[in-house]
């Protein structure tokens, strides 16, 4: 097959404005998407137009069609290329594969291969060489790429129910989409391209297919010059909603901004690369209201290269009247050519309308305009600077333009999409192949699980010796065989708080509740009553800015289970459930069930833990395809137990499984918890929890029960198959050794990812820090939702998933990486093996590690926080830790703008930060009273001290904890 062309591919213009930047009449109302969800896609019944420019189409085409059938495809070859004498050896091959009628046989494709995509070159230019009328070829060719220009350029990144994008719809009878009728619909003589779609590539979406059929248009006429990246997977829409809207009217550099950069999310430099088409094809002022082309030439419009930019910057261009408004041209008064307000702003300083009053180049033809243009250097710089690159001086370097436009369009093109796929030779399981890839999802985060001996705890904190593989063996199995985080933490050692860093990948001094509440003030106030998901102003926590509603939008089924914490309700009841439910709903999740509000005491009612009401609720979701289909899920589910706001004990000898915050409900049954206990199957199943615990102690009861829920989510798993394509995250939310506190026991926490498909069954450790900042952008990477997906926002967080296996990458996240810890107002960060923390307004400076770099976990015998070392001798790494704690303290200030550039590590980077003292102190408790700051009486009348523990500070007084 042949994949490249010369450049005289086309051999007059197209009549109509073919690109980017069709002039836009006022917007009318949106009908029905004209495709279908299912059945080729066919355009809805209407007839085509009938006026005398259609009909004059339409009679050219059906005298090309009739002589069609007499010619041979390397005739239509070579007429394309304007090459009547010679016959390449590519065209003796595909003569020796037509039909009778001159035809080629084209292979039946089931999925996008790359034999697929370039024999969709091959036809399109055959197609096109059949053609009689010269003008109408350009006419197909630039409608081409006007249908996927026009089909990703409504996404609109602001929108949540829909963005829009790539997604195969069009309102063909909106007026900006004038003439796109003639390329697409059922008549396989008036729309050949429709046609070559019925004919070979039905098993395509529609979105698809013209993103396809776009680039092969570009590649064509570029002279094989620049060749573009195609990926597959994108989905049709049911309906085209604000489409036509959406699109930009041709006034000027504001609908530019607004259509490129603030909707669709892309730079200035995209924005002009990808007006740079323009130098293909031609304006006709009986559809636009403009007439000409946009570079010197016929000839030169049928060329895919700079010549835009060249001509924008050397001719000497005046504003001229038009039926729809102004335009630009040079030259003589019969010169049919033309640009835009939106071309000429790009690089020239004018104002958006009809009042232009300048003249570009004032050496040349300026009629009786005797003002000079100035440039637009100064007013939008970054499209001033992109223009001049790619204009290069006038150079015939197409370079710097055709590699701008590659990433301009494979952005562009993505809008709106997920999971795309690249192309291969391989035609192999379209099916399989095309499924959607993306893994389902399940972060669990239990309440006041301990730090078990056999999790590497922190220093300080020897964890318990209970649980072992043979009482928490699911779990074991979610650690020992997927990916082991050796030094994961919360960003804020507190239940609510953390959660909020876990849903969000934010910090929660970042959570507009708080922020607001902080008003004024310095640092913003963390706590459980002010880290809310709530939408606060214009900052959308809860509609906009969380992952499950991203996930939401990227085609996941959301579900959420278990304690919540993150929403000021009133106190909890079984009256309120509802609205509670619904309240989470509206944060992203579909289904919210088996919720608990707040911590159990919070209930007017009597109130403890059901684990199996919860979990039975969450396994509903996993296999409730009748509702989802075969859509992909993220499931946020967070277990009461063994938090002692409620008594597992209790719940255990006492409970059962009907009662619930929801009222009296059936009991469930679940395989893995009380399936096999036919006579009082709850009763009993609770009961063999207390024996095979072998203990009476809440949290190690908790932890047994829990384990058995593990093991429930994991056989639903296994029995749908799905388990292989699951991530499975479990963490705890904050340490116990000491809660609410900035010290290791308090900030670090176990945290374990089970994925086959990724990670060694075998057992994997990850010796980086991480956090729980950094679990939604991960999740994401590994869901290819990128920064150009729906509904994507800003987060401090950053990807692990890169760094899982290269041990030079995961080495940098020991010792090129800071973390920011909060609580109240307190803060401490830690850079490498150095910790530093400002609490109660007295400074603290640590090294964690020992004299060779290694982190001091508690089998050392020895705690690195025993002792304040800030001192003379550490004055310097203090004050270079004090940068960063301000550089954060900064950009999370509640009264300024958010800031998520992630760059306050930077000076760090580059000192030595594993350096640490040749002698140790002996172990001593010290560092961080307890906070002062008062807890919401609505959410926790009462503060609890379940473990009592005494704090030396510098070796003076002792405070009781106060949590």
């Known amino acids: 097959m042949v994949h490249n062309s010369p450049s005289a591919i086309i051999t007059t213009t197209p009549r109509y404005l073919s690109l980017l930047f069709l002039l836009l009449l006022p917007g009318v109302t949106q009908s029905k998407c004209p495709y279908s969800s ?97 003008g109408e070829r350009g006419h197909f060719l630039g409608g081409i790429v006007r249908l996927a220009a026009h089909d990703f350029m409504d996404y609109d990144r ?19 989409n004038a003439g796109l009728s003639d390329i697409w619909c059922d008549d396989e003589i008036e729309c050949p391209l429709k046609k070559i779609y019925d004919s070979h590539y039905s098993f395509s979406s529609v979105a698809d297919f013209w993103v396809a059929a776009a680039t092969s248009v570009i590649e064509l006429t570029s002279s094989g010059e620049l060749s573009l990246p195609f990926r597959f997977g994108r989905r049709d829409a049911s309906s085209c909603g ?47 209201g403009h007439d000409g082309t946009w570079v010197a030439t016929d000839d030169e419009s049928i060329i895919f290269d700079k010549k835009f930019y060249d001509d924008a910057i050397d001719r000497s261009w005046r504003p001229r009247s038009t039926p729809s408004g102004t335009d630009w041209t040079w030259g003589g008064k019969n010169r049919t050519v033309m640009m835009l307000n939106t071309d000429m702003c790009l690089y020239f300083d004018i104002p958006d309308g009809n009042d232009q009053d300048c003249c570009t180049n004032m050496t040349g033809n300026c009629k009786n305009i005797d003002k000079a243009c100035t440039t637009a250097k100064i007013l939008r710089p970054d499209a001033f600077n992109a223009f001049e690159v790619f204009y290069d001086g006038g150079s015939n370097d197409n370079t710097p333009f055709f590699e701008a436009f590659s990433v301009a369009w494979e952005k562009a093109t993505s809008l709106g999409t997920t999971g795309l796929l690249d192309i291969t030779h391989y035609d192999y399981d379209c099916v399989e192949r095309t499924r959607r890839d993306s893994p389902n999802i399940i972060i669990m985060q239990p309440d006041d699980l301990p730090f078990f001996t056999a999790w590497s705890p922190p220093e300080g904190g020897a964890g318990s010796s209970f649980a072992s593989s043979s009482t928490i063996p699911n779990i074991e199995r979610l650690r020992t065989q997927g990916l082991q985080m050796m030094q994961a933490y919360t960003a804020s050692p507190k239940c609510g708080t953390s959660r909020y860093s876990t849903i969000t990948g934010r910090y929660p001094s970042r959570s507009a509740r708080g922020r607001e509440r902080s008003g004024s ?34 085609e ?36 919210a069930d088996g919720v608990y509000v707040h911590n159990l005491d919070n209930y007017e009612e009597a109130t403890n833990h059901n684990l199996e009401w919860m979990t039975g609720l969450a396994i509903d979701f996993i296999k409730d395809d009748v509702t989802y289909g075969d859509k992909p899920f993220f499931m946020y589910f967070n277990p009461t137990v063994p938090h002692n706001s409620g008594d597992v004990l209790d719940a255990l000898k006492n409970g059962d499984c009907t009662s619930t915050t929801s009222g009296t409900q059936p009991e469930p049954r679940i395989k893995g918890m009380n399936f096999d206990f036919e006579e009082d199957g709850c009763r009993a199943y609770r009961e063999d929890v207390i024996k095979r615990a072998g203990t009476t102690d809440n949290k190690e009861l908790g932890a047994v029960w829990l384990d058995d829920a593990v093991g429930a989510l994991l056989t639903a798993l296994e029995d749908r198959n799905i388990l292989d394509d699951t991530i499975f995250l479990f963490q705890l939310d904050h340490g116990l050794v000491a809660k609410s506190e900035l010290l290791e026991g308090g900030t670090r926490i176990p945290q374990f990812v089970h994925y086959p498909k990724e990670f060694d069954t075998s057992g994997m450790n990850f010796d980086g820090m991480v956090s729980t900042i950094d679990i939604g952008p991960t999740l994401l990477d590994y869901a290819d939702i990128t920064t150009l997906s729906p509904g994507y926002y800003d987060m401090d967080g950053v990807s692990w998933r890169d760094a899982v296996g290269d041990d030079p990458l995961e080495l940098t996240w020991n010792s090129q990486r800071c973390l920011l810890f909060e609580y109240g107002t307190n803060r401490a960060v830690r850079c490498a093996c150095e910790k530093y923390a400002d609490v109660d307004g007295v400074e ?51 009264s300024s703008t958010r800031d998520f550039t992630n760059d306050c590590a930077g000076t760090y980077q580059t000192m030595a930060p594993n350096q640490a003292p040749s002698t140790l102190p002996t172990m001593v408790q010290s560092f961080s009273p307890s906070l002062t700051v008062s807890e919401d009486p609505s959410i926790s009348p009462t503060m609890k001290c379940t473990d009592v523990r005494e704090f030396y500070i510098d070796g003076g007084a002792t405070r009781d904890c106060k949590w």
């Open 38 to 134: 299912s059945g080729g896609y066919k355009l809805s019944s209407r007839p085509l137009p009938n006026d005398a420019n259609h009909q004059r189409i339409r009679r050219r085409r059906r005298r090309a069609a009739a002589a069609a059938a007499t010619s041979s495809s390397s005739q239509h070859r070579r007429r394309l290329r304007g090459d009547t004498t010679a016959i390449s050896a590519d065209d003796d091959d595909i003569s020796a594969s037509t039909t009778t009628t001159g035809r080629r046989r084209v292979e039946e494709f089931t999925c996008w291969t790359i034999d697929a995509y370039y024999e969709l070159h091959d036809l399109i230019e055959q197609e096109s060489s059949d053609i009689g009328d010269v």
């Open 158 to 176: 602001r929108s949540v129910l829909e963005p829009g994008g790539s997604d195969g719809c069009l309102d063909l009878n909106h007026t900006a």
């Open 242 to 288: 604000e489409s036509s809207n959406r699109l930009p009217e041709a006034t000027g550099c504001s609908e530019v901004e607004e259509t490129f950069l603030n909707a669709m999310g892309l730079g200035w430099e995209d924005a002009v690369a990808l007006i740079g088409a323009h130098t293909l094809g031609r304006g006709d002022v009986s559809f636009s």
């Open 521 to 554: 003030d310095p640092v913003a106030t963390v706590t459980i009553p002010t880290t809310k998901l709530e939408d606060v102003g214009d900052e959308m926590d809860c509609s906009n800015d969380n992952l499950a509603k991203i996930f939401q939008r990227n």
């Open 556 to 591: 996941y089924r959301t579900g959420f289970f278990g304690k919540w914490h993150l929403h000021k309700s009133a106190v909890g009841s079984v009256d309120t459930y509802a609205q509670s439910a619904k309240d989470i709903e509206k944060c992203g999740f579909d289904i």
């Open 844 to 894: 603290y400076y640590h090294n964690l590690c020992d004299a060779s770099g290694n982190y001091l976990d508690y089998t050392s015998g020895i705690d690195p926080e025993a002792t304040n070392r800030l001192t003379t001798d550490t004055k310097d790494r203090v004050e270079l830790l004090e940068d960063v704690m301000a550089c954060y303290l900064t950009k999370t200030e509640p």
